[in-house]
């Protein structure tokens, strides 16, 4: 990372399915900026912004709060014009300007139109798409959960003749992976060596081109190695094909559906997190990510959950005064029982 500002304002665009690690990938690089003018720009797919939330107020040296800004209720790919472009204008006419910004889409985000946006008159001649980063949940892969069910397909297409795609979810992913200048296979730790090299292969495969791909586990990559790509990946549209190169407008993700459920005070971590991966087991669901209170405890309860997997921490003190009363992101795909997830969730 070059100290001087650049006459463009290079941009890092870290892209990958929900949960994929994304936000703790960002954190690190944050933690390890040694100096530099980092802003950063949050997406959330739903209403209630949980990573932004995170990362404000998060102790580490030189993010000050005003440098995230967070875009909630849709993805960027869908809100260029009302949202993206007003956002990047405003931190380049700032008086001390970013050296560097990292975008950090929505799980379900398609990158593809958000390079598209950098050919804005606005902001081309200002800022370049430094590279676009891509990170892949390798437990998730291994257990084929971007794969193709094939009586799926069929009854789908016997249902609907016209449907150009297989699998939403594989969809999204593989337009997040065709973008990628390089790749980052996260949660290594929670994956075998020899699955490993199946996912590696797997990720070579659906690539239109040659990529990087770097294991790690936590998100711990080395800042040098993720900032300063020079990709210019706005000028290079064509080598990253999208599902959607057909389509004109916007494109809208019908597909999926996220709500927020207001959760009680918890008894103890353990059953809050057991009731949590019952609720996705049952229900299918894709996400759940947010914060709890817990009786006994000053702090705020932290969760994060792709699948049935969930983490957790106590992150920060929870007010004196007020309801402790949490909030739970849920987000799956479109026909989620929401009426028996809020029940399920509420432990009646």
Not at 169 to 194: H, M, P
Request: aromatic share 4%; hydrophobic share 45%.
């Amino acid at each position: 990372m070059n100290k001087a500002l650049p006459s463009r304002v290079p941009v890092t665009i870290i892209s990958g399915f929900l949960g994929a690690g994304k936000t703790t990938l960002l954190r690190h690089i944050l933690q390890n900026a040694k100096g530099h003018r980092i802003a950063v720009v949050v997406n959330e797919f739903g209403s209630l912004g949980v990573d932004g939330e995170i990362l404000r107020g998060c102790g580490i040296e030189g993010c000050r709060d005003d440098d995230v800004v967070e875009l909630v209720n849709g993805c960027l790919c869908c809100t260029v014009a009302d949202d993206f472009l007003p956002a990047m204008e405003a931190l380049l006419d700032r008086a001390d300007p970013p050296e560097h910004v990292v975008i950090e889409t929505s799980g379900l985000a398609l990158p593809k139109p958000l390079l598209k946006a950098f050919g804005w008159p606005t902001i081309r001649s200002r800022m370049t798409v430094d590279g676009v980063i891509t990170v892949v949940d390798a437990p998730a892969i291994a257990t084929g959960r971007f794969a193709d069910d094939p009586e799926a397909v069929a009854r789908q297409r016997e249902a609907d003749p016209s449907l150009d795609h297989d699998n939403p979810l594989a969809e999204v992913f593989e337009d997040q992976l065709n973008a990628a200048d390089l790749v980052v296979l996260n949660k290594t730790d929670l994956t075998d060596t020899g699955e490993l090299a199946k996912v590696e292969a797997e990720i070579r495969r659906l690539a239109p081109r040659p990529v990087q791909i770097i294991r790690a586990a936590e998100g711990r990559v080395d800042p040098a190695i993720l900032l300063g790509i020079g990709a210019e990946a706005e000028a290079d549209l064509d080598a990253r094909p999208s599902h959607h190169d057909a389509e004109e407008g916007e494109h809208e993700h019908d597909d999926f559906e996220s709500f927020v459920v207001e959760v009680p005070e918890q008894k103890d971590v353990e059953t809050f997190l057991s009731r949590l991966q019952d609720v996705a087991a049952r229900f299918d669901v894709l996400r759940m990510k947010g914060f709890a209170a817990v009786q006994g405890k000053a702090m705020r309860l932290a969760v994060q959950g792709v699948g049935t997997r969930f983490r957790y921490e106590f992150d920060r003190s929870l007010p004196a005064a007020g309801a402790r009363t949490g909030q739970i992101v849920v987000i799956g795909q479109k026909g989620l029982e929401e009426a028996a997830v809020r029940q399920a969730l509420a432990g009646v």
